[in-house]
């Protein structure tokens, strides 16, 4: 079955970096379309990033400038680099996948079928 397995997240203070990693099984990575999302206390799952197989890649208005989504098909893992963290960037933060066959990047919670349990990013003002 697919795995989605999210590390990487911690405690940074504001203006910091930290850089997330997504391993994946159980399916073909290399021919996957892959997003980051994040869900903060209160709010909605909401869209971070989007890298498709060929490595096209889109962001969030919030993400642009700051975060960069990256994969490494030999290692079957997509990352996500943050920088100049903001407090308002706290949320935990979801890998997501597509399932087989959908290869354009995508922006909707609803066009992903695989999801990982998530990984706290705490950003102190």
């Known amino acids: 079955q697919v795995q989605l397995v999210e590390s990487g997240g911690g405690f940074v203070q504001a203006g910091g970096s930290l850089r997330l990693s997504c391993a994946a099984s159980?399916?073909?990575?290399?021919?996957?379309?892959m997003g980051w999302f994040r869900q903060a206390p209160g709010k909605e799952r909401e869209f971070v990033a989007t890298?498709?197989?060929?490595?096209?890649?889109d962001y969030s208005d919030s993400a642009g400038g700051r975060f960069t989504i990256s994969r490494e098909d030999a290692k079957n893992t997509m990352y996500l680099q943050m920088n100049s963290l903001k407090f308002e960037d706290t949320a935990v933060y979801y890998c997501?996948?597509?399932?087989?066959?959908?290869?354009?990047?995508?922006?909707?919670?609803?066009?992903?079928?695989?999801w990982g349990q998530g990984t706290q990013v705490t950003v102190s003002s």
């Open positions: 997501a996948a597509r399932a087989p066959g959908y290869l354009r990047e995508a922006t909707m919670r609803s066009e992903y079928a695989y």
């Open positions: 159980g399916l073909t990575f290399s021919k996957t379309t």
């Open positions: 890298i498709s197989w060929n490595s096209n890649t």
